[in-house]
């Protein structure tokens, strides 16, 4: 097959290279792994083998990710994070006029895939993972993974390591670790996708992914395949993770790839035909993974009698003009307005936490406080409304507030790792009408 022709997507201000392939009835789109090229990939018998082959039945969409391959590089500084990562789904699925497709992903981008699956449900017809981990650094609850001292010596060792003549395949392709001219390709590849210090800075990203929490929100119809003796993200990792993910098919694959190009090429792909063209229709639709935020003055009682009424409406009306503008900045979707407090969603953790802090700093020229509370899980619409136990969440957060906070749960926290926010702890907490006790967090830059 030609290779096709590689196009571009506006993504938060960066190009984003992407191709499509074939022309099926359905829309498949493949999130590669940690490094990626669209072009070179195709050098590699394999890999273009695995394509054609998806291609053969769905119209294939590639791309590479911000700070890879092709696509627009980042500040080796601050990579990019997870949420910015998925919005580049986004931005390629539209510059390809793909209303709705299924997300097939690799390791990391598999984290990318099932974010996207979980916020966008109404995009996404199908998840397919290979590979995938939930988090990336040993903890109890997650024994699974490397601890930080190992994850630690990998990053350290990397730079020098990167794009030598060939590379060491043994972690993530064993089946063809022994073969000098596939090893060359992947250190070519390498060298000419991302620097060496761009691969420890993608690395570095990486080591802070935890998406535990967005796995039981997923709706649409999943199917996984990992390889029972994958040393890069254990078996017991997917295992667990189908265990989380509702009605989660795992296919265990009886090899030690970690990628899916060349001992599972068959069998992955005849799998994921046959699960994407008798797959039935999304079901929960009404079901979806959003950030809450909620805002209100404080004191707003006393200071409402203090002004007088005709005062007090001109100052609302001050302040609801700061709070939709940042809101309209920021991505946010205005759900609910109730007296001086404010109800809105978002597709992104990172952004509400942005916003509410300009939302914060905004009013205090006008001379008020407000106090906001973040979190993100499960939402549904009910009776055209958004509601569900994460919207209850946001709102009991905002009421642990003090003047001037914006609280956040820790899951708000973990799934903004490496955007540059800060958060300092404040414990665990009661909340009214809510299971459990929370860790709640202050959120500042």
């Known amino acids: 097959m030609k290779m096709p022709e590689t196009r571009y997507a506006k993504s938060g201000g960066l190009n984003i290279a992407y191709q499509v392939v074939g022309d099926g009835a359905l829309d498949l789109l493949f999130a590669p ?25 769905a119209r294939l969409v590639l791309f590479d990710k911000r700070g890879t391959g092709l696509s627009d590089r980042v500040s080796d500084e601050r990579p990019p994070t ?21 997300m097939f992903g690799v390791s990391e981008g598999g984290n990318m895939s099932v974010l996207f699956a979980a916020t966008h449900p109404e995009r996404t017809t199908a998840l397919i993972t290979h590979g995938i981990f939930a988090k990336r650094v040993w903890s109890p609850d997650y024994p699974w993974a490397p601890t930080p001292e190992e994850r630690q010596a990998w990053l350290d060792g990397l730079a020098s390591r990167w794009g030598r003549g060939e590379m060491d395949l043994t972690t993530i392709a064993p ?25 420890v800075a993608l690395g570095r990203m990486n080591t802070d992914i935890d998406i535990r929490a967005v796995l039981p929100t997923v709706r649409v119809p999943t199917l996984m395949f990992h390889a ?40 992955v792909t005849a799998a994921t035909q046959e699960f994407l063209t008798g797959s039935r229709p999304i079901a929960d639709a009404d079901r979806f993974l959003a950030t809450v ?30 709070v939709r503008s940042e809101l309209s900045r920021h991505r946010g979707v205005e759900v609910d307005t109730a007296g001086d407090g404010f109800f809105a969603t978002f597709d992104g953790p990172a952004r509400a936490v942005r916003c509410a802090l300009a939302i914060r700093d905004g009013v205090r020229e006008l001379g008020v406080e407000i106090r906001a509370g973040i979190h993100t899980g499960e939402c549904e619409t009910i009776a055209g409304k958004t509601g569900g136990i994460a919207v209850i969440v946001g709102s009991r957060v905002r009421e642990q507030a003090e003047p001037g906070q ?25 909340l009214k009408g809510v299971p459990d006790e929370w860790q709640v967090f202050s959120a500042s830059t």
């Open 33 to 57: 792994g940690w490094i990626s090229n669209v072009e070179l990939g195709w050098e590699d018998p394999a890999i273009a083998r695995f394509y054609e082959r998806l291609a053969s039945f």
């Open 82 to 102: 997870l949420e910015e990562r998925t919005d580049d789904i986004r931005a390629v699925l539209d510059a390809a006029d793909s209303d709705r497709a299924a």
């Open 175 to 199: 089946s063809v670790a022994g073969d000098a001219t596939i090893r060359a390709g992947y250190a070519r590849r390498a060298r000419l996708s991302v620097s060496p210090s761009a691969a």
């Open 228 to 267: 029972v003796g994958d040393t890069d993200s254990k078996v017991e990792e997917g295992r667990w993770i189908a265990t989380q993910i509702p009605h989660a098919r795992l296919i265990e694959l009886p090899t030690a790839d970690h990628v899916p190009y060349y001992a599972n090429q068959d069998a």
């Open 293 to 322: 935020l909620f805002t209100d003055i404080v004191n707003g009682t006393a200071k409402a009698a203090e002004l007088g009424d005709s005062a007090w409406r001109g100052l609302i009306e001050r302040h609801h003009g700061v």
């Open 406 to 430: 914006v609280l956040v749960t820790s899951t708000v926290r973990d799934l903004t790792a490496g955007s540059g926010l800060r958060f300092g702890s404040l414990g665990t907490k009661r």
